[in-house]
C-alpha cells in the first residue's frame, strides 16, 4: 500500500475531499515524525510501537577494496509490532499458542 492508496482509503470512509484526506494522512504521519526527532515513543495500542534505537560506531569494510571504513553511531526508527497485529498477520500460529 502506498501513500496515495491510504489516502484514498481515508477519503473512501466519509464525506472527505481529497485534499482532506491528504491532510490527514500528512499529519499522522509528521506527528510520528516530530515526536521520534524529539526522542519520543510513539505507541499505538493494538497496532505497535515506534522508537528509535542507537546504533554504536562500528569498523565496516568497503566491498569492493575491502579496504577498512569507520561507520558513526546514528540513530535508527524501530517499529515493534503489538501482539494483536503479530496474530492478525499470523493466525495459525495464535491458535497454536
Request: avoid cysteine; aromatic fraction near 6%.
Amino acid at each position: 500500500m502506498t501513500k496515495a492508496d491510504l489516502v484514498e482509503k481515508v477519503t473512501g470512509l466519509g464525506d472527505l475531499t481529497r485534499r482532506d484526506g491528504e491532510m490527514i494522512v500528512e499529519t499522522i504521519f509528521g506527528s510520528v515524525i516530530g515526536a521520534l526527532q524529539s526522542g519520543d515513543k510513539i505507541e499505538i495500542r493494538g497496532f505497535g510501537s515506534f522508537r528509535i534505537r542507537q546504533r554504536k560506531p562500528r569498523i565496516g569494510r568497503n566491498p569492493k577494496t575491502g579496504a577498512r571504513v569507520d561507520v558513526p553511531a546514528k540513530k535508527v526508527p524501530y517499529f515493534k509490532p503489538s501482539k494483536e497485529l503479530r496474530d492478525l498477520v499470523n493466525p495459525g500460529e495464535a491458535k497454536a499458542s
